[in-house]
């Protein structure tokens, strides 16, 4: 599925606001939403996927012009993919495909307004998916907990081990080309989503930047970092990705070396 092409000449914000969809999971965050909402830039559609809210954060997103779209079985992977489907869904009905769409959370930890320089290198051609790396910025005093920061540090340098692939952090705050995001089949449901997608992009040999992005508290209590078992689940799962994807390169490499001595063996015979 192509987009349409951008019109030369056409302005960066008009690009935003003409072919961008910002996907925000959101699970109980009535109070963080409105500030996340009021600083992103005009884009063309805001999905809000209510991750199962026991508050207000449905309609306060509904009041506030976003598309919300319920998402009952918890996990932030399975509210990403929901927000997808919605896209998709709208496409189907007529709407155009977005050129870029952006992942951003809800809890206003990140910075909206760096929406513009997330999408830059992807209008210029320079990137297919852009990564805002937190430890790459500036991060407020207690941002990032230590077992959050030595985590995507040792995600990364596992990654890198692993797959050769370069990234500094599993920021969620990201930027990807609709086509290449689509052929990636995303498909984890929880604290997966993000390191599937970057080794899912790696292997795809999507052009990746990142970008250094500032992080502050978070509005609330974090339902990862901010707790130990869900830090521990967290890293569990991440790890558990890692060792997944790597399995699977393994398991690939070997077939291809049978299948070539195979090949070798028959043109001898």
């Not at 965050?29 to 009021?38: C, Q």
């Not at 449905?58 to 012009?65: N, P, R, V, W, Y």
């Not at 992942?103 to 852009?130: G, K, N, R």
Request: hydrophobic share 35%.
């Amino acid at each position: 599925m192509e987009t349409q092409p951008t019109k030369q000449g056409e302005s960066s914000s008009t690009q935003i606001k003409t072919s961008v969809d910002v996907v925000i999971p959101a699970f109980n965050e009535e109070k963080s939403l409105p500030l996340v909402l009021g600083d992103l830039p005009q884009v063309r559609n805001v999905i809000v996927a209510n991750n199962d809210s026991t508050d207000s954060t449905a309609s306060i997103a509904e009041k506030l012009g976003a598309i919300v779209t319920l998402e009952r079985q918890r996990g932030y992977g399975s509210a990403c993919l929901k927000g997808l489907a919605t896209i998709r869904e709208r496409i189907e009905a007529g709407e155009e495909p977005p050129k870029v769409v952006v992942f951003l959370d809800a809890d206003y930890s990140e910075h909206p307004e760096y929406l513009t320089q997330l999408v830059e290198p992807i209008f210029a051609d320079e990137a297919d998916f852009v990564l805002g790396s937190r430890l790459l910025g500036e991060r407020e005093p207690g941002a990032m907990p230590w077992q959050s920061i030595y985590g995507n540090k040792l995600a990364c340098f596992l990654m890198r081990w692993m797959f050769g692939i370069k990234y500094t952090d599993l920021g969620p705050f990201r930027a990807i080309d609709y086509p290449s995001l689509c052929s990636l089949g995303m498909q984890d449901e929880n604290f997966g989503w993000t390191i599937e997608m970057q080794i899912k992009a790696a292997r795809a040999n999507l052009r990746t930047v990142e970008i250094p992005v500032p992080y502050r508290c978070r509005v609330g209590v974090s339902k990862i970092s901010g707790t130990i078992t869900g830090s521990m689940r967290a890293g569990y799962k991440i790890l558990y990705t890692i060792a997944k994807y790597g399995l699977q390169r393994n398991a690939g490499k070997q077939q291809t070396s049978a299948e070539a001595k195979s090949e070798s063996h028959r043109a001898i015979t």
